[in-house]
């Protein structure tokens, strides 16, 4: 399978983006050029009404230069404004910020891959692992939160990402682990309020405990 990720906005969407990728290549996914994949997910940004007449005209964009391609939208605006992003040309699926992380794996249900298209050159059933350099990244970008529970009148973060949700920590530790053993060897924590990290937590978390535990992991 050949794909593309186009990504608008801030860090914590570039994070989600290479989470996405991940994932793609696991199953055997190779990145393209968005003019020659099978499936492009546009990740998209609503922090401003430039920021979602982007999102549409990229999707225009790849509809008309590559007329087979399967555009999954994601991201705020894609949240935000559901039913106009799902008629734009080319879309197959919409999928909201909080559905985000199961996004592959709904994915290959709604786009009907088939299994060459799934596997291609990929080794076998587990793909391969993004490492260093992929997409011209060297550092690792780990998104540790998300949402907000400020409901600050300018932002709209908290109707697109909802409320503050951090990952346990048992869950950042494994995925340091699995990037280093890709042979990352720098990290980079995002979340979209990241002073806010563990406060949802069961016990709560400081984000000065996730730098210690990462200090002594």
């Known amino acids: 399978m050949k794909y593309a990720v186009v990504t608008f906005g801030c860090r914590v969407n570039q994070a989600d983006s290479f989470a996405l990728e991940r994932k793609l290549q696991a199953v055997g996914g190779h990145a ?4 020659a994949a099978d499936l492009v997910i546009v990740n998209s940004c609503s922090v401003t009404a430039t920021a979602d007449q982007g999102t549409r005209q990229t999707i ?3 509809a008309r230069t590559n007329p087979a391609a399967r555009i999954v939208a994601t991201g705020c605006y894609a949240t935000r404004s559901a039913d106009d ?3 734009l040309p080319g879309v197959v699926a919409v999928v909201p910020n909080d559905e985000k992380e199961n996004l592959i794996e709904r994915l290959l249900e709604v786009v009907e891959l088939t299994t060459a298209e799934r596997f291609g050159d990929g080794d076998g059933a587990c793909g391969e692992m993004i490492g260093p350099g992929a997409g011209r990244r060297t550092t690792y970008t ?3 939160q998300t949402g907000c529970d400020e409901t ?3 932002c709209i973060i908290p109707s697109t990402r909802g409320r503050g949700r951090s990952v346990p920590l048992t869950r950042v530790l494994t995925e340091v682990d699995q990037a280093v053993a890709a042979g990352y060897q720098e990290f980079s924590l995002t979340g979209v309020h990241l002073g806010s990290y563990g ?3 069961t016990p709560a978390l400081r984000l000065i405990d996730l730098l210690c535990a990462l200090d002594r992991h």
Not at 32 to 35: G, T
């Open 142 to 144: 780990l998104r540790v």
């Open 85 to 87: 992003v799902a008629a």
């Open 199 to 201: 406060r949802d937590l």
């Open 152 to 154: 600050c009148a300018y």
């Open 32 to 35: 393209v050029p968005a003019h």
């Open 60 to 62: 225009r964009r790849i």
